[in-house]
Structures are given as C-alpha cells and as structure tokens.
C-alpha cells in the first residue's frame, strides 16, 4: 500500500515555524528601534536648541561689563546685564561724541534672559531705547544663582516635552 | 542541503541588518550623552576659572586629582588634572637685545614665563567609565588688578614718593639693584621690567640686565658713539618701570656719580 507523501514532514514544520519567528521577531525588534531612533533624533534637535542657547547665555555673561541680576549671593529668575553692543564697529564705538571712549554707555546694550509664558526669551535694550526680544526654547523653569564671594554664575532651566522634562545647567565664570 | 545554505544566508542577512541598526542606534544614543558631557565638561572649567581669579596660587591643589559631579548630572563623574604650563616668549626679535657670553643652546635663551598659566584638562566619563570625554583649556588670572606697585631694592631713603637714594657710585664703579613688583601687596610674577637712566646733572649707563629682568647692574659710565667708554659725575636716576593690566608702575632711584 502505498504511503501518501504530500505535505511537509515534522522537522521541515518547525524549521520553517524558527524562521518565520526569527523574521517576524528581528521585525518586531527593527520596528521598535526605528522608532526609538525618531524619539532620539528629536532629542538631539532639541539638545542641539539648548545647547546653542546656553553658548548664547555663555558668550553674554563672559563678554559682561556688570551683571545686574543676579546679585552676589542671591539667586533670581532673571539674568540681566551690559555688555558692549556687538553690532557696532570698533570706529562706531570710538567716535568722537563720547571722547574716543569704546566703553562708554553709548557704546554698551543691556542684556536679558527672562522666563514669560513658558517661553525663555533674550531682550536686548541699546542706551538710545531700542528694544529686541528674541523668543528662544520653551521652558518650565529658569533661575540664575550667584554664590557669595565668587564671580561664578550658575543658570539651571528645565525644558519638557510629551515623554521627559530634563533640567540643564550651565555655570559661567565672569571675567 | 541547498535549503540549510538558503537559511543560513538568510539568518545571516538578517542578524547583520539588525546589528548595524543596533549600532547606529547606540551611535545616536550616544551622541546625545556625549554633547551633555561637553556642556558638563565646560561648566567643570568654568568653575575652576573662577576659583583661579579668587586664588590663582591655590588652584592646582585644590582641582588637581579631584573628582565631583555637578548637581542634574549625577551619572557624568568629573576628574580634573592641574598642571603648570610655561609660555615661552613668541618673538625671537625681542630676545636678541639680551646676549650672553657663554649661551646656552637655543641662543638666544628664549624667556619663560612659569607662573602665569595653568593647563587644565577635565575627563568626564559615563556609561559607568565606559564612554570619556576630554576637555583641555589654559586658565590666567583674570582678577582685575589695584594698587599696583614697582618696589626696587636697595631702596635708600625717600626723596618723593617714587623717587629714593641717593647713592654713591665712584668712577668706573657698578652698584647692583633688584625689583619687584606686587598687587595689593601679592607679588606678580613672571613680570617684565624695563630699566633705564634718566640724566639730571650726570650720566650713567644700565650695565647688565638679567635675562628675567628682575636684576640690573649701573655703571657709572657710558658708551659713545665712538665706542669710547665715558663718565659723566653728578646726579642721575636709574628708573625701573613696569605695565600690569593696562597700568604702568614706576620707581627710581637717585645715584650721585663720582
């Protein structure tokens, strides 16, 4: 009598059963990493806002002629201070209005990071009342402290999106 | 046999797809870590910037060997390493006002500077000291300077207030004098001195000048255009002078040539 032999026998069943888990597994891994990677690459656009605005924050406290705020020994939820208005020439600065002074307040800008309606912003306000404010990132919280006695300047902000809140820090040496 | 070699190159496509896309991940994963390292990294050097222009000459003691962490980023482990750093003077121009007789190799002897710079290199290590990052930056002193002050020794008794004396110098003779000079009554090192005579009713010449310039020897005598050596009796003013942040410091004193 003879055997019927169509269809698979039981080692060729499980064989292909191992590869099509292996296949839908490695899918499933793939597919859950491609989505890790897109959370990541948002993470690092937003890295890359904070980190361009903590150079910003960086490069105004290090070019600072006086920081009004905040003062030595306290901590406030804004930086202010003056520094020399990059956007003029060093024969603007020098004109003979001010007797060739290149540091004199006409010379000079106040600057200002502030925390309003959940958005960090930069003020820039020139000695002749002319106002920019840039809006920056979005923020939770912005303090600046100033320890007693040292010419340190410590800003702390936090920025959160739908899936973390991160709190960032940035100390400034004032020269 | 020809479904076994099919399989195995299939898992083996399929598991090198997935380790590169692992690794590009982690690569991702990484440079996140690696630009918060940075930013801890200079908050590190900012910090020691600071205690430098508080306390320059304690800085290498207290932040060499130190290890901390900066609050919110606790899992990034900061070690420091505080070494001096000498900065030789760049203009080969200036050196050759100050020959020796017997110079060392290079000649001329090129001026130091020892005590003016620190080298400061931060590591920040995470992933449990598995991924670093180095940071290196020279670190001066920034401390705005005030009553700045030459003092030149010896000093003599005091004429006016940057003027002392008087000194007697026979004919021919030298007479050998020293400066320093100090902010708020903290010396400055690694300073340079100018020294020079300014003529009242006699002449002089400055001799010798050490390579550091801290020391001069005068001479009561002079050099003409001829080459002849002359001297000229009467009162004169060997000058030390030096320039500190912008301010010029100055001290004299009176030599009376015989």
Known sequence: MARDRKGFTLIEGIFSMFLIFLVLGALTYTLRQAGQVKSNLKNMGELSEIVQVMAMLKADLGAALKVTSPSEGSGSDRVSLDRIDSGLSIQARINDFDDFEPFDSIDQVQVSYFLEAGLLKRQSRTSLGVRAVERLIQVTEFEARRESGEDLVTVTFETSNSRRSVRHSLKVALR | ?258
């Open chain 2, 1 to 258: 046999m020809e479904a076994v070699f099919a399989s195995f190159l299939l898992i083996t496509s399929i598991l090198i797809s997935v380790y590169v896309f692992d690794s590009s991940l982690r690569a991702e994963a990484n440079n996140e870590q690696r630009i918060t390292a940075a930013i801890v990294a200079e908050s590190a050097l900012e910090e020691i910037r600071s205690f430098a222009n508080k306390n320059f000459p304690g800085t290498r003691s207290t932040y060499h060997g130190r290890n901390w962490t900066l609050p919110h980023y606790s899992v990034y482990q900061i070690s420091a390493k505080v070494e001096p750093m000498e900065l030789p003077l760049p203009c080969t121009e200036l050196e050759t006002q100050y020959p020796e007789v017997d110079p060392p190799f290079p000649t001329p002897e090129r001026r130091v500077l020892a005590e003016s710079v620190l080298k400061c290199e931060v590591a920040v290590r995470w992933s449990r000291g598995r991924d670093e990052l180095r940071m290196v930056r020279y670190v001066a002193n920034f401390t705005r300077a005030s009553n700045f002050q030459v003092v030149i020794n010896p000093s003599g008794t005091e004429i006016d207030p940057i003027t002392s004396g008087t000194f007697d110098v026979a004919p021919w003779g030298t007479k050998d004098f020293s400066a320093k000079a100090y902010v708020n009554g903290v010396e400055v090192d690694d300073i340079q001195f100018s020294w020079y005579v300014e003529p009242l009713n006699g002449f002089g010449s400055i001799y010798r000048e050490s390579r550091d310039g801290k020391t001069c020897r005068y001479r009561n005598a002079y050099r003409n255009y001829d080459g002849t050596y002359k001297r000229s009796a009467g009162l004169c003013d060997v000058v030390v002078r030096a320039v500190y942040q912008g301010t010029e410091a100055k001290r004299k004193v009176r030599i009376k040539n015989g």
